[in-house]
Nanobody, 123 residues
């Protein structure tokens, strides 16, 4: 089982930037994908971005061009750089991992989840 710990959440003003991170520990799959998901109050959880250690990446249309997902060189820690933040980006952001090679945003595919970090964009 993979343990995931998110960090870096907080409050930022509209148009600002924030980076959140996900540090896995324990066993990590031979080939894995890491995804970021978010859930705001009263809404369903949605996929935001994903990368796989093969280099494949995928973004939701709502964040493409503003968010960048990456993996720290030589480590399994993942980052989500969020720019041009909007109030609708406010949510709890969850990191998740699954075995695989193709980046997907379907949460049902992910097997290991972190506890989430709050991101609030204030106007």
């Amino acid at each position: 089982q993979v343990q995931l710990v998110e960090s870096g959440g907080g409050t930022v003003q509209v148009g600002g930037s924030l980076r959140i991170s996900c540090a896995p520990s324990g066993y990590i799959y031979r080939h894995y994908c890491m995804g970021w998901f978010r859930q705001s109050v009263g809404a369903e959880r949605e996929g935001v971005a994903s990368f796989c250690d093969t280099g494949d990446k995928n973004y939701a249309s709502s964040v493409e061009g503003r968010f960048t997902i990456s993996r720290e060189e030589g480590r399994n820690t993942g980052h989500l750089e969020m720019n041009q933040l909007k109030p609708e980006d406010s949510a709890i952001y969850y990191c998740a991992v699954r075995e695989g090679t193709i980046a997907k945003l379907d949460e049902d595919r992910y097997t290991d989840w972190g506890r989430g970090t709050q991101v609030t964009v204030s106007s």
